[in-house]
């Protein structure tokens, strides 16, 4: 199994731009297709983006596409989520998860991490 640990989150204006980080320990991270959720107060957690085990296949939520990019270094058991033009509404806590294979659906991902804050404010 892995272990994982966002980082990254942060206070910004609209129209600014962030890094998340997801730090992986455990044997089995290069093998993980990894997501990016999101969960912002009083919705349910929703789909953010993707990216295949080796990084070759990435897919986005509509709301974040051109905005948004995931990218991943298995060598650094790293997986990142690149925010660019940030709305109000994307505030929210921020989770990257693993799966074993590039799903949606949040109930496919076994491993989730703590969460990140992310506050956009107008």
């Known amino acids: 199994q892995v272990q994982l640990v966002e980082s990254g989150g942060g206070l910004l204006q609209a129209g600014g731009s962030l890094r998340l980080s997801c730090a992986a320990s455990?044997?089995?991270?290069?093998?993980?297709?990894m997501g990016w959720f999101r969960q912002a107060p009083g919705k349910e957690r929703e789909f953010v983006a993707v990216?295949?085990?080796?990084?070759?296949?990435?897919y986005y939520a509509d709301s974040v596409k051109d905005r948004f990019t995931i990218s991943r270094d298995n060598a650094r058991n790293t997986v990142y989520l690149q925010m660019n033009s940030l709305k109000v509404e994307d505030t929210a806590v921020y989770y990257c998860?693993?799966?074993?294979?590039?799903?949606?659906?949040?109930?496919?991902?076994?491993?989730w991490g703590q969460g990140t804050q992310v506050t956009v404010s107008s």
């Open positions: 990216v295949s085990s080796t990084g070759g296949r990435t």
């Open positions: 998860a693993a799966a074993w294979a590039p799903y949606s659906q949040p109930d496919k991902y076994h491993t």
């Open positions: 455990g044997r089995t991270f290069s093998s993980s297709a």
